[in-house]
């Protein structure tokens, strides 16, 4: 629970390079249970968190003193996969911003597949992208997803089924 509320929260910190101790700046709610992720985009400038238990994501402006604003997106997943025990519902695992910092990907384990967000990182702001969806082997559940240097393949791997998914990726298009 953040502040009474059914959510977690993100944490910024300072780091004091000589000695390696951390010093608290703030902290906001992630807008959803279980934040399982966090990640910066290519800029510096974005905070993503993906809450896996919420099936949600949200964006943060990381300000110059380090802190993380107020969210600036919230997306709430919906849906679900096949299997009853562990898809029940969205569980947003990671988000990844692409090699060009213009799209963001998602791996959601609960609703067995990849979803990729247009990302402004002026505006900080995720939207909705209407890119399809690779096929993806039902029950596979995505838990985690990379580039390849050269920005034309990405690979998730799988928790449920354990196995690696080579996907191609359209830079232009994500």
Same mark, same amino acid.
């Given at each position: %629970?953040?502040?009474g509320k059914s959510a977690g929260a993100v944490s910024a910190f300072k780091i004091q390079p000589q000695?390696?101790?951390l010093t608290f700046l703030n902290q906001k709610s992630s807008g959803g249970s279980a934040p399982c992720?966090?990640?910066v985009d290519r800029s510096g400038r974005t905070l993503f968190v993906a809450n896996y238990f919420g099936g949600s994501i949200a964006s943060y402006r990381i300000q110059s003193d380090g802190s993380v604003s107020d969210p600036v997106t919230f997306v709430q997943h919906t849906g679900k996969g096949t299997d009853p025990q562990r898809q029940e519902g969205p569980h947003a695992h990671a988000i990844y911003p692409d090699p060009n910092n213009r799209f963001a990907v998602v791996a959601d384990l609960g609703l %067995?597949?990849?979803i990729v967000y247009r990302f402004n990182s002026e505006s900080n702001r995720l939207t909705a992208h209407d890119a399809p969806l690779a096929d993806w082997v039902s029950g596979a559940g995505p838990r985690h997803f990379g580039f390849h240097p050269n920005g034309r393949w990405g690979y998730a791997i799988n928790e449920m089924n354990s196995t690696v998914t080579t996907v191609a990726y359209n830079q232009e298009k994500g």
């Open positions: %629970d953040y502040q000695t390696g101790k992720h966090v990640t %067995d597949r990849l």
